[in-house]
């Protein structure tokens, strides 16, 4: 070989070298499948930056990752229960969440404890928590069979590593593995002490006008004398139809004190409006259409279900039936494994409109849109259908639903809009009465309790 030629050879190897190591080197671009470029418009959510926590943050039941679903939080055993539980009790939480598209992550979770308001408290972690408040998710599960992959995590507590031994307002943060400042969800409960006697009275309003149509709250405490000092400053209520926070009664005061019980009966300000019974779907199978689906189907990607219409009821009469005031089931008839052989389904909503409202907007509403007002479930209307759009990624189950109407500036939304309201309605209020000692510092829950609108009458 002559020198020219290795020269030549030469040249063209470090060449070669050296494409290859920049290559290596540079930032790879993910490619995105057809599925996640299908999915990706929907799964995109606002606010989904990492929840940066200090004392005036206000902790919501809110996923800060776009690809975290069906969370779920109740008493063991019981899948339509609270998230609440008796202080220095045996009982426990189930926790659930999917984390859709992706592979096993490993998560560590943390207990937050807050004050009636949903700010973190000025409690130490020490002074809340007999353990470790930094623990990891042990259980994870990869979905099996299901067009729509996703990894399945569960955890009870408290648990052997972790036992609360104050009352109060609570958030469980999930974070990956030694990454506290990135937490990727939150979800709240309750650990109560119920030692106060609650005497529940709702009935017709008492302006005359509203009888129909809205429903008064009133009620009696009794607790034992030794119990609580000073009621008016230092005991708050909290009142919540339906685990609506936009229109709860937060700033009631006892009329009347005595010495073991207060008097609270008002006239307008723990006055609701009846509302009307929730919608439903039933999502237990994707082998047939179930009662209001119009139809379901096997996507390339998923399954896709279409409701029938919902039309406004403003105006109709009242029809009585049973729901679950607003929550939802994971379930499915199709396989026995509910929590990693449920598909996922797109559900498309409708709602006819003539004209779209020009001062508002209108939301799906229920547990699974984490009893908030979310933009992720905020409908857009369509001038084709003449009427309002929404979608929702739901695993298999048993749902309830309402659509609720927030008018622009506002932040108490109106059922009544597209629901109509009723005094018959059968409604859940949860009652919440904390107490803040002067010499604790912190916000005890002194009682947690749910009482149906139809109980008295």
Known sequence: MNTNNHFLITTLLISFLTFISLASCAPKSKILTKKENKNQAYLKQENNANLKTSSDTLIYSKTYRPNIFSILLYKKGLDLSEPVIMLKSNEAFEFHFDVLDADFETFQYKVIHCNSNWTPSDLDDMEYIDGFNENYIEYYKQSFGTMQQYVHYYLEFPNENLTITKSGNYAIAVYPENKPEEIILTHRFYITENNIRLEPNIKYPTNLDDKYYKQEVDFNLFFASNLITNPFSNLKVVIEQNHRQDNSCTNLKPNYAKQEELIYNYDEENVFEGGNEFRHIDLTTVRTRTDRVGKIYRDEDYYTCVLLPDYKRTFKKYLQYQDINGRY????????????????????????????????????????????????????????TRGYEGVAFLKQGYYNYTYLYLK?????????????SHFETENEYVFKIYYTDPGDFYDRLLLYSIVNSREGF
């Open 329 to 384: 089931l994971v379930k499915t008839i199709d396989q026995s494994d509910w929590h990693l052989e449920s598909e996922y389904v797109m559900v498309h909503f409708f709602v006819p409109y003539a004209q779209p409202f020009s001062d508002g907007d209108l939301f799906i509403f229920g547990k699974f849109s984490n009893w908030n007002i979310d933009n992720r479930y905020k409908m857009k209307y369509n001038y084709a």
């Open 408 to 420: 622009d500036g506002e932040k108490k939304a109106k059922m009544s809009t597209i629901e109509g």
